[in-house]
């Protein structure tokens, strides 16, 4: 399986397709998760594909794994962002800046292309296996939360790694699990909603370009912004460890969001109190090409 650019979508579409139709057409069972699984494994197999290991793991990146220094332990689902598996569309509202420096194709899976194909066959099995997608992930988190507790660990759950998928799409895992942190990234202003709804969720919402700031600082919640300066020497955004965050940005206070990932511990750790605020990501050097699109476009904020 090649692994498809993110420009060449439409060139990749014809065997997504054909994959998530022989996954619709497949009866999963799964009142018993590991029988399907492995039935799952032998379907893909039989087409040339190997099924991933898992949906989500534990404190699996960088960013992620630096809340162990507050005790947490993050369950992270990564699988292919906006329209790169060639099946649908995981990012709703993915704009041209955010899709040009989205990280999906950064860390190991600049050069590790298993990585890439475990996350675009997650994205074929959500759109054709739905029910067995909801299952596994279920059983997932409750593995990862035993875990934690087994090492006197926190945990939390964030189930949008590389996408923006309503929690409400994974069936009730909400309410499943209440004693969870759940906590997403998303551009969908409608999902503020939930947050009324269930007390285990945090949203932050996802600056992007095309954005109105006076309607993002009515969000009344935090917002995350990359942001960047420029070296002039380099003829690019400088790079991220020799970035100081400014102190306020159109008239918020900042707070350095690449400590951690867990923002639900943001007001604990130096945030506002109350109200909206920024959330400081330095933004991160792709390529020359990719970077200026985000600039051009307004994705990448400079200050």
Known sequence: ??????????????????????????SFDTS??????????TVLSSHGYSAPSYLGSTNSS?????????NYQ????????????????????????????????????????KIVRARVIRTWLWYGARDLFIARIHQEVDQAKRRAAKSNSHFAVRVNGTSDLSPT????????????????YTKVTKRIELLDRHDNYHLTYSWH??????????????????????DSAKNRIKHPRSV?????????????????????????????????????????RTNRQDEQIAIDTGFFQEF
């Open 74 to 113: 993050t369950y992270v689902m990564y699988i292919a962002p906006a329209k790169f598996s060639g099946y649908g569309n995981v990012c709703p509202q993915a704009t041209k800046g955010c899709e040009a420096s989205c990280l999906n194709m950064s860390g190991r899976a600049n050069f590790d292309q």
């Open 169 to 184: 799409m994974f069936g009730d895992i909400l309410t499943k699990f209440p004693d969870v942190q759940f906590y997403d």
């Open 244 to 284: 100081t965050l400014p102190s306020t940005f159109q008239g918020l206070p900042v707070f350095d969001g690449d400590t951690t990932d867990l923002r639900f511990l943001d007001r604990q750790e130096g945030a506002p109190r109350s109200g909206a605020y920024i959330v400081g990501l330095r933004a991160k």
């Open 32 to 41: 018993n998760v590991n029988a399907a699984w492995r039935h799952l494994e």
């Open 1 to 26: 399986m090649s692994v498809p650019s993110p420009y060449l979508e439409s060139l990749f579409s014809t065997e997504a397709k054909r994959m998530v139709s022989v996954l619709r057409s497949t």
């Open 209 to 230: 370009d095309g954005a109105d700031w006076d309607e993002v600082k009515s969000l009344n919640i935090p917002v995350a912004v990359p942001m960047y300066e420029w």
């Open 62 to 70: 960088s960013k992620i794994v630096k809340g162990e220094k507050l």
